[in-house]
C-alpha cells in the first residue's frame, strides 16, 4: 500500500495569535506572527511557562485564541474543531491507551472516524513498518520501551495522513542515549514523508540539531526565529544570546552598550597570534574544568569594560598551558563582538567608538 504525505504538506500561519486565560493579566501568547511553509520543521524553543505549547494546542485546535488568525493551507480554522484541521498531536505522555495493544491504539483514530476494518489495518501496517514497530503489534503499552511507545504514539499519529505534525516534547521521556537516537530517527521520518512539523522542546540540544528553522519563545512572544546557525551566531537580543549555548554567551555590561562574546570565540594570544581585526583582553583564570574533550576557563576577563566573569571553551586540540590563579592574554576577534542595547537588552548595529 502506498500513501503520500508529501504532496499533502501545507504552510501554516499565525497572524497577531494572542491566548489569555481567563483570570489572567498576562497573556500566554502575545501576538504572535510566524509562517511555517510547507514540508518545513520549525522548532518552538523555549523555558517552561514561555506559550510553546499552549501555541502549539492552539493550531492544533485545542485551545481558541483571545485574537489573531491562524491560518493552515491558506485557510483560516480559527472556527473549525482539531478533527477538521487535518493535523496530528503527539504528546509528551505518548496518551497511549495501556489496555489496549499496540495495533489497537494506532488505529483507534481511524475506528473513531468509522474507517473500514480492513483499511485501518492497511494503513496501520504501513505506518508501522515505515517506524520499525510492524512486530509488536500484539504487545501492550507496558510491555514497549520509551523510544518503542514513541513510535506507537507516532504512527497513530501518521495513519489520520495528516498535513501538519504538532510534536510536544516527545522525547523529553527517554533516556539521554534513546534520545540522541531518536532525534535521527524523528528527522529523517519527516524528511521522507515531508509532511510540515512543528516541534516543542525546552532542549536546545534538539532545536539546533532537528530545526530548519528555531523559533525562540519567552513570556509568550517570539524573540527570535531563524535558522538554527544564525539564532546562535547572531543572537536578535540579550535573552536569546544566554539562553542558546552551553556555555551562554558571554556579557559585559558597560555604560553605553552591551558586549556580548561566544565561549569558544576567544583563545590564547599565544596560540593564535594577534591580527588587525583582533583585540587582546586579559583573563584570571579562578576554576579549570574538563568537560567533554573541552577545558571551561572561569574567570575575570577585562578590557572590555568593567572586570566581569566569564567562561572561556578551548577545544581539546588547544594545547596552551593554563592554570588556575594565573593571567593570560586572550586573543578575541572583533568580528565575534555582538553588541546589545543597555535598556533594552535588544541587538544593536552601533559599535561603540571603543572597544
Same mark, same amino acid.
Given at each position: ?20 486565560? $481567563? ?21 518552538? #524553543? ?5 506559550g510553546?505549547?499552549t501555541?502549539?494546542?492552539? &493550531? ?8 489573531g !488568525?491562524? #491560518? ?24 497511549? +491507551? ?7 491504539? &494506532? ?7 468509522? &474507517? ?8 496501520? *501496517?504501513?505506518?508501522? !513498518? ?17 523510544g ?12 489520520? $495522513? ?6 510536544? !516534547? ?28 512543528? +516541534?516543542? *522542546? ?12 528555531i =523559533? ?22 540579550t ?14 555590561e558597560r555604560?553605553?552598550?552591551?558586549v556580548?562574546?561566544r565561549? $569558544? ?13 583582533q ?10 574544568? +574538563? ?8 574567570? &575575570?576577563?577585562?578590557g ?11 577545544? =581539546?586540540?588547544?594545547?596552551a598551558?593554563?592554570?588556575?590563579? $594565573?593571567? +593570560? ?10 553588541f ?16
Amino acid at each position: 500500500m502506498t500513501i503520500s504525505l508529501r504532496r499533502q504538506a501545507v504552510s501554516v500561519e499565525l497572524r497577531g495569535v494572542t491566548k489569555v486565560y $481567563e483570570g489572567n493579566d498576562t497573556a500566554a501568547v502575545d501576538a504572535v506572527d510566524l509562517t511555517i511553509d510547507e514540508s518545513e520543521f520549525v522548532v518552538l #524553543l523555549g523555558p517552561s511557562g514561555c506559550g510553546k505549547t499552549t501555541l502549539l494546542r492552539t &493550531i492544533a485546535g485545542l485551545e481558541k485564541p483571545t485574537a489573531g !488568525e491562524l #491560518l493552515i493551507g491558506g485557510n483560516v480554522v480559527n472556527g473549525l474543531p482539531p478533527r477538521a484541521r487535518k493535523v496530528a498531536m503527539v504528546f509528551q505522555s505518548y496518551a497511549l +491507551y495501556p489496555h489496549k495493544t499496540v495495533l489497537a491504539n &494506532i488505529v483507534f483514530p481511524l475506528k473513531a472516524e468509522k &474507517i473500514a476494518p480492513d483499511e485501518r489495518r492497511r494503513k496501520a *501496517t504501513w505506518a508501522a !513498518e515505515l517506524l520499525g514497530i510492524a512486530h509488536l503489534f500484539d504487545r501492550k503499552p507496558r510491555h514497549l520501551s520509551g523510544g518503542e511507545r514513541q513510535r506507537v504514539a507516532l504512527a497513530r499519529a501518521l495513519v489520520r $495522513e495528516p498535513s501538519v505534525f504538532l510534536l510536544d !516534547e516527545p522525547l523529553s521521556n527517554l533516556d539521554a542515549k534513546l534520545r540522541a537516537a531518536a532525534r535521527d530517527d524523528l528527522k529523517e521520518f519527516q524528511a521522507e514523508l515531508g509532511t510540515t512539523t512543528i +516541534y516543542v *522542546t525546552h532542549d536546545q540540544v534538539e532545536a539546533m540539531g532537528m530545526g530548519d528553522r528555531i =523559533a525562540v519563545m519567552y513570556a509568550g512572544r517570539l524573540r527570535q526565529v531563524g535558522r538554527p546557525r544564525d539564532v546562535y551566531s547572531d543572537p536578535a537580543d540579550t535573552f536569546v544570546a544566554t539562553f542558546l549555548g552551553s556555555p551562554p554567551m558571554n556579557l559585559i555590561e558597560r555604560e553605553d552598550v552591551i558586549v556580548g562574546f561566544r565561549p $569558544e570565540s576567544a583563545l590564547p594570544a599565544t596560540s593564535v597570534g594577534v591580527g588587525r581585526d583582533q583585540i587582546t583582553v586579559p583573563l584570571k583564570v579562578h576554576r579549570i574544568e +574538563y568537560l567533554s574533550g573541552d577545558r571551561h576557563l572561569h574567570g &575575570i576577563v577585562g578590557g572590555l569594560g568593567p572586570p566581569t566573569r566569564v567562561i572561556v571553551r578551548l577545544p =581539546a586540540t588547544e594545547e596552551a598551558p593554563i592554570e588556575a590563579d $594565573e593571567t +593570560y592574554d586572550m586573543a578575541l576577534p572583533a568580528s565575534a563582538l555582538r553588541f546589545f542595547d543597555v535598556d533594552t537588552g535588544e541587538r544593536t548595529t552601533a559599535r561603540p567608538l571603543r572597544v
